[in-house]
């Protein structure tokens, strides 16, 4: 049986009007991490009975509070989100309210779980735990936010940043059981807990990234 898809009009909207200002933002919050958080969210919605448009807006909408502080895009994203008036043609004044908490909810580092099951769902998906695309997307960040950083410094904060969120004493957590990242997770804590594996995936992606900047 066929998933469920978000309605073609909705869709055609926000690949035309939301998607493309991903293009500002920096490679670990880009226009290829919204559409892997979208692909997750509706493969999530599938298996939890969540209304399928209401999670493609959400999903689409989640990081576009990036365009300010980045320690608040939770936040702004919200307020981005429940003032586009072009998404009342689609949502109910509740359901636009579900959907600004939503996107308030996901961040990694929020000490409480999502008031919702579309906050679980988005925060979930944001999760992104794919062990390589976790390294290459710090190491991004370490390098569009700290180019004053030689590279022992970048693998300080490499080491730091990994286990201060995906460590088993890390901060993140996951809201949807048996979802795909939890094995995913799993594999991650293994090489975290390996410092020589660690440094090993240092090493490869800092090459990489450094040979693109």
């Known amino acids: 049986m066929p998933k469920p898809q978000p309605a073609l009009d909705l869709m055609e909207f926000i690949e035309t009007q939301i998607l493309p200002q991903y293009a500002q933002f920096d490679k670990a919050h880009n226009l290829e991490h919204v559409t892997r958080v979208i692909r997750s969210s ?12 209401m999670v493609y807006a959400i999903a689409a909408y989640h ?18 989100l429940i003032q586009d008036a072009r998404l009342r043609r689609w949502f109910t004044a509740e359901q636009m309210k579900i959907m600004k908490e939503a996107v308030e909810d996901h961040r990694a580092s929020a000490s409480r779980a999502p008031r919702s099951l579309y906050g679980k769902i988005v925060a979930e998906a944001d999760r992104d735990i794919v062990p390589g695309q ?12 700290y180019p004053e950083l030689d590279k022992e410094h970048h693998w300080l904060r490499f080491r730091e940043h990994m286990e201060q969120k995906y460590s088993v004493h890390g901060y993140i957590r996951l809201w949807i059981p048996g979802s795909p990242n ?24 800092y090459a990489e990234e450094s040979k693109a900047q």
């Open 63 to 80: 990081d576009l509070g990036m365009s300010g502080p980045r320690a608040i895009h939770h936040l702004t994203g919200g307020k981005i």
């Open 42 to 53: 509706l493969d999530l919605a599938s298996r939890t009975g969540a209304d399928v448009d």
């Open 134 to 145: 976790v390294f290459r997307r710090t190491v991004q960040f370490g390098l569009n936010n």
């Open 182 to 205: 939890e094995e995913k997770l799993k594999e991650l804590r293994d090489v975290i807990a390996n410092e020589k594996a660690l440094r090993e995936q240092f090493e490869k992606y």
